[in-house]
């Protein structure tokens, strides 16, 4: 397994990150030390072993559809956006 | 830890640690101060204090706060450029929790940006420096707390424990360090690094004042669907006859004979105290490393996608259109370490790769898991160091991600399982360095530990 230059862009890509030229090979380097290393479970026979997300085993945890008294505000809120114009936050052009 | 009362004033008391905070200001435990609100808030509790109305069980105690805790006073900043001027719209849970019982925040330390890394130097705000040796790390990622802590500035500091967050921090600067069981205290207004490993607690100086501190952030949360009922209760158990095994996969090769030596030696003083100590080895702990740097970035790379510059934090103004600001937004606001964790997060969950490493780590988890429950059968606490070596010199491993990580190695395999698992000051290497000892147990068992720690308290 080595980690090529195309996985390094796809992988920006994904996460929604710019990466400039010259970051690219010593990202190279050290994303391929990462996963030389996390590749060791190979080593492990999981073969039918249950996979555990979350320690508890806990699943879907309900609570009553109701509307609740939230500590902030929508003005509060709307003031942490950089740009927002009649309670709408703005962004640059999409298309 | 003084509490204010008729003769000791809230005022004094958030006054001193003021002032330490100064004296020690070249350390860099702290981000910001909260200091005209700390003030004002110990003049309320002295007020209240001389007309004889009920005061918390923390009154007017000041205490520092890991600054990826939420709280409307000041910004909070995850120590990254992303959340550089972010005034927080709510309180975290443990937050509340204290300042209802008190006590008073002057201070949001420093940790490394998001939490990610162990030695405080991955802060955009710079590191922090060791308590004992000011050419050294302070560990981390909660460095600041730690050594605020250290230094006697605060009785008590906050911290967060993903990996080792606050275990290792502590045992770099001899103080206490208590990562409790998964889910006893909420996460509810705590910056998000990987749910299902983060817990919130605490530095402190003695296992008491750690007890006090945790029996009052921890219990259920209707904000945090993972926290457990509270099983936290005021006073520590009889730790009488319990036993306790010597972990001798984390006593060998490339751990230091400095590291090795302070943990023996702590393993005698148990024996002393009237504690079978016996010596376990649990081979699946190699592994632990490997499984958390698959699962975590993986959680960090989800949680992290909430950033993108359009409702709060950094917004980049180098954008043309709004794929650039998200992108350019990710690339300045974090630092390379986060960058790093959501690219190979974003690689072991894709297309391709998803079986080979995610759900093969998740599937190690529970053989590690189990190995630890086999562990349980035999013995009821796990001794091992904190981390291999003591606190090491800035910029020695900042630039090889993988031998930071190894840092973590005696620390991670707890998190995966969901146990809890404590820091206590063991001893000092021959360079003057503090070295950890970790006490685990099995889920649950919180107190235990700490009540072992304490029956060795003043034990030479």
Same mark, same amino acid.
């Given at each position: 397994m080595s980690i090529t230059r195309e996985d390094v862009l796809h992988l920006a890509t994904l996460s929604n990150i710019s990466i400039a030229e010259d970051e690219i090979e010593p990202l190279i380097k050290k994303l391929d030390d990462i996963v030389g290393y996390i590749s060791q479970l190979d080593e492990l026979d999981t073969e039918g072993v249950e996979p555990t997300y979350q320690c508890f085993d806990m699943e879907n945890v309900w609570r009553n559809d109701e509307i609740e008294d939230f500590e902030a505000n929508r003005e509060d809120l709307l003031a942490l956006t950089t740009e927002c114009e009649d309670h709408q936050i703005k962004v640059p052009k999409v298309l | 830890m003084k509490i204010a009362d008729k003769n000791t004033k809230a005022v004094d008391l958030v006054r001193e640690a003021l002032e330490k905070a100064k004296q020690y200001?070249?350390?860099?435990?702290?981000?910001? @101060?909260?200091e005209a609100r700390a003030l004002e808030k110990a003049r309320e509790i002295d007020e209240k204090i001389a007309k004889g109305e009920k005061v918390g069980r923390l009154a007017g105690v000041p205490y520092a706060l890991k600054d990826n805790y939420l709280s409307p006073e000041g910004v909070t900043t995850a120590a990254a450029k992303m959340l550089d001027n972010f005034p927080a719209p709510i309180t975290a849970t443990a937050v509340k929790k204290l300042e209802d019982e008190g006590a008073i925040m002057i201070g949001r330390t420093n940790l490394d940006a998001y939490a990610h !890394? *162990? *030695?405080?130097?991955?802060s955009y705000f710079g590191p922090t420096a060791n308590a004992y040796d000011k050419e050294r790390v302070a560990g981390g990622s909660s460095g600041g707390s730690a050594v605020a802590v250290a230094l006697g500035i605060v009785p008590f500091a906050l911290g967060s424990d993903t990996g080792g967050s606050i275990r290792q921090p502590a045992s770099f600067n001899g103080v206490y360090g208590v990562k409790p069981t998964y889910g006893t205290v909420s996460r509810y207004g705590v910056v998000a690094m990987a749910s299902s490993t983060d817990v919130m607690g605490c530095f402190a100086k003695t296992a008491d004042d750690a007890n006090l501190v945790m029996d009052i952030m921890a219990g259920k949360d209707p904000k945090d669907s993972t926290t457990l009922d509270k099983f936290w209760k005021e006073d520590l158990p009889d730790p009488k006859g319990k036993k306790i095994g010597l972990i001798t996969d984390f006593m060998g090769d490339g751990v230091d004979s400095e590291v090795v030596r302070c943990v023996k030696e702590y393993a005698e003083k148990l024996k002393k105290a009237g504690y079978e100590v016996e010596e376990i080895s649990?081979? @699946?702990?190699?592994?632990g490393l490997a499984i958390y740097y698959i699962v975590q970035p993986a959680e960090v790379a989800s949680n992290l996608s909430r950033y993108d510059g359009v409702r709060y934090g950094f917004r980049s103004s180098k954008t043309t259109d709004l794929d650039s600001l998200y992108q350019e937004t990710r690339n300045e606001g974090f630092m390379p370490e986060n960058k790093r964790r959501i690219l190979v997060g974003n690689y072991v969950l894709s297309s391709g790769y998803f079986d080979a490493y995610y759900l093969k780590a998740q599937k190690a988890r529970t053989l590690l898991i189990n190995a630890y429950k086999d562990a349980f059968k035999k013995v009821d606490a796990l001794l091992c160091p904190v981390a291999p070596a003591p606190a090491f010199k800035f !910029?020695?491993?900042?630039?090889d991600p993988l031998a930071m990580y190894m840092e973590d190695v005696m620390s991670v395999p707890q998190s995966m399982a969901g146990m809890p698992s404590i820091s206590v000051p063991a001893g000092i290497t021959k360079d003057g360095l503090p070295v950890g000892a970790q006490l685990s147990g099995w889920r649950g068992d919180d107190q235990m530990l700490l009540a072992i720690a304490k029956s060795l308290e003043g034990v030479e």
């Open positions: - | 200001e070249d350390y860099h435990c702290f981000i910001s @101060m909260n !890394g *162990s *030695s405080t130097e991955n649990i081979p @699946m702990l190699k592994y !910029g020695e491993k900042i630039n």
